[in-house]
């Protein structure tokens, strides 16, 4: 069963990740466009460096051709947000991206764009996955062959990167960033992102570095997830070649991952409420911030501070970049590492935010510990902590209904004074501190977050949670 999750859908490659299940997901695509009126505005299609993501962009390309529906079909590999941009860019009706995201190197996947360049809302990949459904039934794809589709001009070839690199230059004096002197190391991951923090930023006085820029599918020693158990290399080369500050982007570029001076690692909540204070203060921004319900309490005290609103939202990107628009907010973020900006797509961005963070230290002359202290002198400290814990498909429902009708009053020995159930049971304790207990919609797992004003208090709060949950 094809199902399309928080961002598109995604399998093990020649397991369920087949060229004729990625044909039946275009087909539904190209069905969808028909319906809603926007297959006069054809389609851009893009896809990582992955095994053989070029060969099913170009038989998704071939589906949508056979729909008599123009497609724009990238040259190479690209990051999400370059394909993303593409779309307002071209006036196209969305993108398909062909990619698995930060996932193992056996899987790939399928993401939808809609018009804005955004991760498409429930309601639009609901339409596909009925679309899919009736594909699968009725075993009708419709299908011109590349060269043809090519010789009648329903599909062309295109290069998105001049065009969202010419905006990055707009939102960031990019040419100023370049003439600092600041030592960067740059890890792609060896995925889609290799090579444009160099074209960026080489050329002035700062030196920059890339390391894994080359293409291999199979990700080496690595998951292709900027977080601190994939980055022990960059971690190590920061430290070696005392260079400022280390960058890492996830397999198609959208998550952004900070080691700092000393090698340690920014968590995705650190880089976020960084990134909020680099916009409030730094550049003197002002407007809503959206986060998901799993990320830090910093972006609300910061909110505060600077007298700015903060809207939580459930998890998932899908459901902060409508916010972000409604609310022509300056950022919005989530816990996985990606951030999106005013001005630029409603999608998340790690290039963006990589550069974002290299001009916060650059107009501050600090580094990136430094700035953590910075940041911690305004809002006091926060340390957050999560486990995911496997559980059995049956105990799923008995959790969901144990929690649902019983609150504890108590967790770790201090009050709970609100229970919410946007997304999961999030607890919210007298001490500031919180645990969310989340279980997975597409995988048996339950999730376990916690953010307090100690690690050890967070690490205990997640003890408890387990016992709640009896895992």
Request: proline share 4%; glycine share 10%; net charge neutral.
């Amino acid at each position: 069963m094809i199902r399309f999750g928080t961002d598109g859908w995604r399998a093990i490659i020649a397991e369920d990740f087949t060229f004729d299940n990625v044909r039946i997901c275009a087909q539904g695509v190209a069905q969808y466009l028909k319906q809603s009126g926007l297959g006069e505005q054809g389609l851009v299609i893009g896809y990582d460096t992955r095994f053989a993501s070029e060969d099913f962009a170009a038989a998704a390309a071939e589906v949508i051709a056979g729909n008599d529906i123009k497609v724009h079909l990238c040259l190479r590999a690209a990051p999400t947000p370059v394909v993303s941009h593409a779309v307002p860019a071209t006036q196209a009706a969305g993108a398909i991206v062909i990619t698995a995201s930060h996932n193992p190197a056996s899987w790939s996947g399928f993401k939808y764009k809609s018009q804005g360049g955004a991760s498409a809302p429930n309601e639009v990949t609901g339409q596909i996955e009925e679309n899919v459904a009736r594909t699968i039934r009725d075993n009708l794809v419709k299908r011109l062959p590349l060269d043809r589709a090519l010789k009648k001009g329903l599909v062309d070839y295109l290069d998105p990167s001049p065009v969202y690199l010419r905006r990055l230059n707009q939102l960031i004096n990019v040419e100023g960033l370049r003439c600092q002197e600041l030592k960067v190391i740059a890890d792609p991951m060896f995925g889609a992102g290799a090579g444009y923090f160099k074209t960026l930023l080489q050329g002035g006085n700062m030196e920059i570095s890339e390391i894994n820029g080359e293409r291999n599918p199979s990700f080496p020693e690595i998951q292709p997830e900027p977080i601190a158990k994939n980055l022990t290399k960059l971690s190590r080369l920061v430290v070696e070649q005392k260079a400022h500050v280390g960058l890492a982007l996830d397999g198609d570029a959208d998550r952004i991952g900070i080691i700092d001076e000393k090698g340690e690692f920014l968590n995705q909540h650190q880089v976020f409420a960084l990134l909020c204070l680099y916009l409030l203060e730094i550049r003197g921004e002002r407007g809503a911030m959206i986060k998901t319900l799993t990320s830090t309490e910093m972006i609300s005290r910061l909110g505060e501070i600077f007298d700015v609103p903060v809207y939580e939202t459930s998890v998932g990107f899908k459901y902060v970049a409508p916010l972000m628009v409604q609310q022509n907010a300056i950022i919005g973020g989530e816990e996985s590492g990606g951030y999106g900006f005013r001005g630029h797509i409603p999608e998340r961005d790690g290039i963006l935010a990589g550069l974002y963070f290299l001009d916060f230290m650059a107009k501050t002359h600090k580094t990136p510990s430094q700035l953590l202290d910075y940041l911690y002198g305004k809002v006091g400290p926060h340390y957050y902590d999560r486990v995911d814990s496997h559980i059995s498909r049956s105990r799923r429902q008995k959790i969901v209904d144990h929690l649902a009708s019983s609150s504890p009053d108590t967790i770790a020995g201090a009050k709970v004074t609100k229970k919410d159930t946007t997304d999961g049971f999030r607890f919210f304790l007298v001490d500031d501190s919180w645990l969310l207990i989340r279980l997975s919609g597409t995988e048996p797992l339950v999730r376990l977050y916690s953010e307090a004003k100690s690690l050890e208090r967070a690490r205990a709060l997640l003890d408890e949670g387990k016992k709640l949950v009896g895992v």
